[in-house]
């Protein structure tokens, strides 16, 4: 998908019975120059957003933004930050997360974190204008072994 527009939604309590998924919002494998923005994502078993590039991706993702968004204890399973943006594929570039407040709490099933960022050789990961706020043991940032390209 290449210029996609996620405006004024709401994702809520969604779940999962495996691993992965349960999240509110997702641009993954070779999504480009797309929006999410001015959205609301909160007591999600995955991420409240996502940007995933997979293994053998047809695209390399790029070119995407989330701003002025709001996530509110997500990732409460398994070890999903609430942005959560990394690649088991090919590097991800020119990700902007913008004017996003985030608040997360420990989960009884999960480790979530503010954000989670992992991957190889990204380019041009940017935070700004953000609010994270974390209680408990929960870490406002998470960045895997190897993840780079982080502003």
Known sequence: ADRVIIRHCKAYENRTAGTHDGGGFDLDGGVT???IEHCES????????LMW????????LSGNIIRDCTSTNDGR?????AIHIGTSGEPIRDIWVRNCRVEQSPAPSGTPS????????NENIVFRGNTF????????????????GVT
């Not at 590039?53 to 390399?60: G, I, W």
């Not at 503010?114 to 050789?121: A, P, S, T, Y």
């Not at 706020?133 to 780079?148: I, L, M, R």
């Open 133 to 148: 706020t974390a209680t408990g043991d929960v870490p406002e940032f998470v960045y895997e072994p190897g993840a780079a």
């Open 77 to 81: 399973k398994h070890g999903y930050g």
């Open 33 to 35: 120059n797309s929006i």
């Open 53 to 60: 590039n997979y293994e053998r991706a047809p695209f390399t």
């Open 114 to 121: 503010c954000v989670w960022v992992g991957g190889k050789q």
């Open 42 to 49: 909160w007591n999600n078993d995955g991420a409240g957003y």
